[in-house]
């Protein structure tokens, strides 16, 4: 499966902006999803995952620095992933990615993913 993150860009303090993250090559209804971000000279760190965008009854996953302002979501038919992000911090600055796997467990972990999109810069002015 391939991905295309977008939605990225500049925004002030307290705003928001929806990332999306499309598949294609294969259904994504199977997999999991993962956001993650990484910062200039920080290691890549979990955002947020979901266990299936096909199942209104999946599991969503949250970092703490981001519980409550995030929320992960996807649209089964447009094969997308969704990550909206409100009330955004400076701290947020980062590159996100988006990330599948067929895992179901163990989708807080970078490792637990095969597939993985370019990235999209998310800029947070204060």
């Known amino acids: 499966v391939q991905l295309q993150a977008s939605g990225g860009g500049l925004v002030q303090a307290g705003g928001s902006l929806r990332l999306s993250c499309a598949a294609s090559g294969r259904t994504f209804s199977t997999y999991g999803v993962g956001w993650f971000r990484q910062a200039p000279g920080k290691e890549r760190e979990f955002v947020s995952a979901?266990?299936?965008?096909?199942?209104?009854?999946?599991?969503?996953y949250y970092s703490d620095s981001v519980k409550d302002r995030f929320t992960i979501s996807g649209d089964n038919a447009k094969n997308t992933a969704y990550l909206q992000m409100n009330s955004l911090k400076p701290e947020d600055t980062a590159v996100y990615y988006c990330a599948a796997t067929l895992r179901r467990y163990g989708l807080e972990y970078a490792a637990s993913y095969d597939y993985w999109g370019q990235g999209t810069q998310v800029t947070v002015s204060s």
């Open positions: 979901i266990s299936s965008i096909s199942w209104s009854g999946a599991r969503t």
